[in-house]
T-cell receptor
């Protein structure tokens, strides 16, 4: 069964450093998402991406965040200058074309900012 | 924007008994309501969903109900088993090209043997 994969599973970084989180969505999916979950809290939407551009972003997704689909298979989330409060689990998700299609979530990357 | 409230935050039931988790949503334009199960160290996995033109849906031991007027929806798990222990999230989605999901705060369900 196809699945969304994410690497690394755990990333530790120093405050102020740049991090890039990697995702490989399910092939032939057209919509891509990043969500985050701070420990013990709800899963929060960050950004959606379609047709090589951002289609929607939340208030959390400020200028420090960016997304890219560099080669047609990977989907990355970059945080330019990490803050302590960026520590969270980051989930990538992908969806096929029609509106009611399920979003499939990856296993997540745990980001720890020290 | 949409806001989803979920109760209870923790729930412990005896194996074999039923579990019920309740959610409310705020945006009447939301028209799709998925439920996710999250096991330790994994991402959310869809277990059942319901569209706004349906009042109830059942899949084996799992059922969901939706009251559009009251903006309530619920998850019912019958004949609970140890493998049902997990965190469950309700969610709402507005039909749009982006179709972002708004999650509830989660319910940690524990099944007592």
């Amino acid at each position: 069964e196809p699945e969304v994969t994410q690497t690394p599973s755990h990333q530790v970084t120093q405050m102020g450093q740049e991090v890039i989180l990697h995702c490989v969505p399910i092939s032939n999916h057209l919509y891509f998402y990043w969500y985050r979950q701070i420990l013990g809290q709800k899963v929060e939407f960050l950004v959606s991406f379609y047709n090589n551009e951002i289609s929607e972003k939340s208030e959390i997704f400020d200028d420090q965040f960016s997304v890219e689909r560099p080669d047609g298979s990977n989907f990355t989330l970059k945080i330019r200058s990490t803050k302590l409060e960026d520590s969270a689990m980051y989930f990538c998700a992908s969806r096929a074309g029609t509106a009611y299609n399920e979003q499939f979530f990856g296993p997540g990357t745990r980001l720890t900012v020290l | 924007g949409e806001n989803v409230e979920q109760h209870p935050s923790t729930l412990s039931v005896q194996e074999g008994d039923s579990a019920v988790i309740k959610c409310t949503y705020s945006d009447s334009a939301s028209n799709y309501f998925p439920w996710y199960k999250q096991e330790l160290g994994k991402g959310p996995q869809l277990i059942i969903d319901i569209r706004s033109n349906v009042g109830e849906k059942k899949d084996q031991r799992i059922a969901v109900t939706l009251n559009k007027t009251a903006k309530h929806f619920s998850l019912h798990i019958t004949e609970t088993q140890p493998e049902d222990s997990a965190v469950y999230f309700c969610a709402a989605r507005l039909y749009s090209s982006a179709s972002k999901i708004i999650f509830g705060s989660g319910t940690r369900l524990s099944i007592r043997p």
